[in-house]
């Protein structure tokens, strides 16, 4: 990477109330979620993922997502989004939306992985994508932008490689239904750097007016890695999660995104401009073991930030 990028402007989509209390076992307080929504709106963070209208049976931690969306305080820098991947869940949202708990944008999601999208969504790729196209027109009519997630994009954890192609018609389907932005998500963490810069040279390339993030698991310690393969092909916004929360209940060993704050304090000590206060997100982070009741994977929430520095002791015995 050259000199050029100091300064350079990267967005961080905050996915952890998501894709982080989702997996929790034990029922998050909406007062709670709301709470810490709130106080992540006030830390610099450009687009937070609020909840998902998913089967509150499946996914209990999201069963009150109206309830989530009517409470938190707005912040107008703030873009509010919430996941959903099937019709039913669209018509809640909109129904959520005109009821004046706004929703900015939505995001749908399938698998590249035809395996993966039966268990995860319990539809075929085609299915999911019939499911869009009558999806979208909702979304739209409501005036709710729309971006469109590709699950196991670098890979899936029962089939194995997913071809690039795939991939990328899958993200060409998703524009030509009229999706605003494309996520390439790592749902099970088996991407690596030199995969992610291939992948999204050719994405970038092919679709050069589209919004696209990059959504990664730490999942075999390579996210923070694949993050900088990201920006050297010319990706600007990432996802990422408080603490380094997050998962997916069906797919084995889904754990962990990347930390929010792990994310930021390694972009800024490279001189990108994330508009982030790193201060009020570590503040943020601290409460998360507190709120989920075990520990998280987050680093520089332990470790601090790299320029806090520590006082001299007696002896030192580091490699
Ligand atoms: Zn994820």
């Known amino acids: 990477m050259s000199q050029s990028i100091v300064g350079q402007r990267i967005y961080i989509n905050e996915v952890g109330v998501r894709d982080g209390f989702q997996i929790e076992k034990t029922f998050i307080p ?11 709106s006030r830390t610099g963070l450009v687009k937070i993922e609020v909840t998902s209208f998913v089967h509150p049976t499946f996914v209990p931690n999201m069963a009150d997502a109206e309830a989530v969306l009517a409470n938190i305080e707005r912040n107008a820098d703030v873009i509010y989004t919430a996941l959903t991947p099937n019709i039913r869940g669209m018509q809640r949202a909109v129904t959520c939306h005109q009821s004046g708990a706004k929703i900015d944008e939505m995001n749908l999601f399938m698998s590249a992985s035809e395996t993966h999208n039966m268990a995860n969504v319990k ?10 196209a009558v999806m979208v027109p909702m979304a739209k009519a409501a005036g709710i932008k729309l971006n469109g997630c590709v699950s196991t994009s670098f890979g899936c954890p029962f089939e194995g490689a997913v071809p690039e192609a795939r991939v990328l018609d899958f993200a060409a389907r998703y524009i030509e239904l009229g999706f605003d932005g494309v996520t390439f998500a790592d749902t099970t963490g088996m991407a690596n750097p030199r995969q992610v810069e291939r992948m999204m040279r050719a994405a970038m390339q092919r679709f050069p007016q589209t919004e696209v993030t990059l959504h990664f698991h730490n999942t075999r310690g390579m996210g923070l890695a694949n993050v900088v393969a990201g920006i050297t092909a010319g990706v600007t916004h990432y996802d990422a999660s408080i603490a380094g929360l997050g998962g997916c209940p069906f797919a084995p060993g889904a754990t962990g995104n990347i930390s929010t704050e792990d994310l930021v304090n390694m972009l800024q000590d490279m001189g990108f401009d994330t508009g982030i206060d790193l201060d009020k997100l570590l503040a943020a982070a601290i409460k998360i073991p507190l709120i989920v009741g075990h520990e998280v994977p987050g680093q520089v929430m332990k470790a601090g930030k790299t320029m806090h520095l520590h006082s001299v002791p007696e002896k030192l015995y580091t490699a």
């Open 30 to 40: 909406t007062e709670t979620k709301v709470a810490f929504i709130d106080q992540l």
């Open 123 to 132: 539809r075929t790729t085609a299915q999911s994508l019939e499911d869009f």
